[in-house]
C-alpha cells in the first residue's frame, strides 16, 4: 500500500507568493483530514472533509486559506498570500475508522 | 485550558526503565482515546487505543480514568527505540474521526 502521499514535501517560498500542498488519500477511506503542526500550538486540525464534502473548517485560521476535495482521490490546500508565520508542517490524514497520516510538507516562508 | 494537556517533558531515562506519562483532557462526552507515536521529523503514527478497562500491548500499557478525565501511558523495560514524542489523542466529537492532539511529551531512552 501507498499510504497517503503528500506533495511537495518541503516548500520554500517568499511571503505574498501563493503555496499549493497536494494529498492523496489512501484508496477506499472516507475522510480526509488537513493538519498543521508548529512547536508552539503542536497539532492543529485545519480542516475535515467527509466523502469529499467539507464537514468541519473552523480550524482555518483565515481566508487566506483554503482547502478543496475535488474527488476522493485528491485534495488541495492553498494558502494566498502567504506569510512567515505560515511556516509549519502540513500534514494531511487519511481515514475509514483509524487515522493514518502522510509524511508531511514542511513549508518556510520567508 | 487546552482541550488535551500533556507533561511536554523531556523524560531522560536509562535503557530498561519503566516511564509512565499522563494526559488529562476537558470534555467529559468524549468517547475514544489513543497513544500517537511521532519520531522527529516524521508523521505521528498510531501506538495504541486506549479502552476503558485499561489495555496492554506488549510493554506499553495505557489506562483511562473517566471520573478524573485522566489517560496514562506506561511504558515497561524501556528501549533506546522508544525514544520518541509519545501524544495524547482524544475524539471530542463522538460523531465520527475528529481528533484532538495534546501538545506531546517527549522520551529520550539513554544507554
Known amino acids: 500500500d501507498a499510504g497517503v502521499i503528500q506533495s511537495p514535501r518541503h516548500e520554500v517560498t517568499e511571503m505574498g507568493q501563493e503555496v499549493t500542498l497536494r494529498c492523496k488519500p489512501i484508496?477506499?477511506?472516507?475522510?480526509l483530514f488537513w493538519y498543521r503542526q508548529t512547536m508552539m500550538r503542536g497539532l492543529e486540525l485545519l480542516i475535515y472533509?467527509?466523502?469529499?464534502?467539507?464537514?468541519?473548517d473552523s480550524g482555518m485560521p483565515e481566508d487566506r486559506f483554503s482547502a478543496k476535495m475535488p474527488n476522493a482521490s485528491f485534495s488541495t490546500l492553498k494558502i494566498q498570500p502567504s506569510e512567515p508565520r505560515d511556516s509549519a508542517v502540513y500534514f494531511c490524514?487519511?481515514?475509514?475508522?483509524?487515522?493514518?497520516f502522510g509524511p508531511g510538507t514542511r513549508l518556510t516562508v520567508l | 485550558r487546552k482541550e488535551v494537556e500533556q507533561d511536554p517533558g523531556p523524560f531522560n531515562v536509562p535503557e530498561g526503565a519503566t516511564v509512565a506519562f499522563n494526559c488529562t483532557y476537558s470534555?467529559?462526552?468524549?468517547?475514544?482515546f489513543f497513544w500517537y507515536r511521532q519520531d522527529c521529523r516524521k508523521e505521528p503514527k498510531l501506538l495504541m487505543s486506549?479502552?476503558?478497562s485499561g489495555n496492554e500491548d506488549g510493554r506499553f500499557t495505557a489506562q483511562l480514568n473517566r471520573a478524573s478525565q485522566y489517560i496514562s501511558l506506561l511504558i515497561r523495560d524501556s528501549k533506546l527505540s522508544d525514544s520518541a514524542t509519545y501524544l495524547c489523542?482524544?475524539?471530542?466529537?463522538?460523531?465520527?474521526?475528529?481528533?484532538?492532539f495534546g501538545g506531546g511529551t517527549r522520551l529520550m531512552v539513554k544507554p
Open positions: 472533509f467527509n466523502n469529499n464534502v467539507p464537514i468541519d
Open positions: 490524514a487519511s481515514s475509514f475508522g483509524r487515522q493514518f
Open positions: 486506549v479502552y476503558s
Open positions: 484508496s477506499g477511506h472516507n475522510s
Open positions: 489523542v482524544v475524539n471530542m466529537n463522538n460523531a465520527g474521526n475528529m481528533l484532538t
Open positions: 470534555n467529559s462526552a468524549s468517547q475514544s
